[in-house]
């Protein structure tokens, strides 16, 4: 097609342009044009209102757009990485050093990688491993770990630190703790010192102390503690709850030891609104009776005080998070 034609019809014109004017020929103008008359003549209010508002609804769009993360570099908001081993791919991009935005992703592939959180602490990437920066600001620094291995080490007040996964939030209280989660979102958790919290969109909070682990369930539906060295017994009961079998429950009260009691008060936890919730009560009143002799079992069912209360002292007592109560060792 000649330019030509698109000014004065003049040359062979393209086929689609062809095609064009046939589709819009009944819209066509055919009377002459007073350009001083138009040049005059006033917009109706409503129109003129009309644009307006449809100019301010676009501005407001384009501004709530999610915006793009900024490109990984060396330097903006972030938390530092390095690759160990090799280069690591930062969105994208195979860095051997850099700075994940909010937003961006960093995927370790054969390598691993050492990960700033902030001036908080720092975690270790395995290989294989994919996490996503969510948040970093005074009030929180947020990871997403969508597969891997993360080894995470803080020194921060309780709640400043998280990492999501696909089904369960790990809330760290100050501590130190692995994580690994499979593609499918399911993993486990060990904590090494202070303690982390797994929270879910339904069912109570877990608590996970130091010195032991829980399984990050792929449902709707927060796993057990137990102690790192724990029975493979105990742990196998544990593995049965988690699968739903009905005898579960009755047979980690028939196994349980008085060092298993952080197992039975995040059980507690999950079923005190249950039947279930006082079988579990009367079998820790044997195994580790609360502090405070005015709290039964009746009570630690509907006063969440009273429960947390007991529950506090089974942390001090069998992993030393405030310091074994006198005469009473943590295992």
């Known amino acids: 097609m000649s330019d030509d034609y698109l000014f004065d019809r003049s040359g062979r014109p393209d086929p689609e342009v062809e095609k064009l004017e046939k589709l819009l020929a009944p819209l066509a103008h055919d009377a002459p044009l007073d350009e001083m008359r138009m040049r005059r003549k006033k917009r109706p209010p409503w129109l003129v209102l009309g644009i307006a508002v449809a100019a301010a609804a676009a501005v407001i769009v384009y501004f709530a757009l999610p915006s793009k993360p900024s490109a990984c570099g060396v330097g903006g908001d972030g938390f530092a990485f390095t690759g160990v081993g090799g280069s690591v791919s930062c969105e994208g991009?195979?860095?051997?050093?850099?700075?994940?935005?909010?937003?961006?992703?960093?995927?370790?592939g054969a390598n691993q990688a050492k990960l700033t959180i902030a001036n908080i602490g720092s975690a270790e990437l395995g290989k294989q491993t994919r996490v996503r920066l969510d948040r970093t600001d005074a009030q929180r620094h947020q990871l997403a770990l969508d597969r891997g291995h993360l080894h995470a080490k803080v020194n921060a007040p309780p709640r400043l630190f998280a990492v999501t996964t696909k089904h369960t939030d790990v809330v760290d209280l100050g501590c130190e703790y692995t994580l690994d989660i499979d593609d499918s979102g399911a993993g486990s958790v060990c904590v090494f010192s202070g303690l982390v919290e797994l929270a879910t969109k339904s069912g109570p909070t877990v608590v996970t102390p130091e010195g032991s682990c829980a399984a990050i369930l792929a449902g709707q539906r927060p796993s057990l503690p137990y102690a790192r060295d724990a029975r493979p017994e105990l742990v196998e009961a544990v593995r049965a709850y988690d699968r739903g079998e009905p005898t579960a429950i009755e047979h980690l009260l028939a196994i349980a030891q008085d060092r298993d009691a952080i197992t039975l008060i995040a059980l507690a936890a999950i079923h005190r609104s249950e039947p279930a919730g006082r079988a579990v009560l009367e079998r820790l009143m044997e195994l580790s009776p609360p502090p405070d002799a005015e709290i039964s079992v009746d009570s630690a069912l509907v006063d969440d005080v009273a429960f947390g209360t007991w529950r506090?002292?089974?942390?001090?007592?069998?992993?030393?998070?405030?310091g074994p109560r006198a005469g009473q060792k943590a295992p």
């Open 312 to 322: 506090n002292d089974i942390l001090e007592i069998y992993y030393g998070m405030w």
């Open 93 to 108: 991009a195979q860095l051997a050093h850099g700075v994940l935005p909010v937003g961006g992703r960093l995927d370790t």
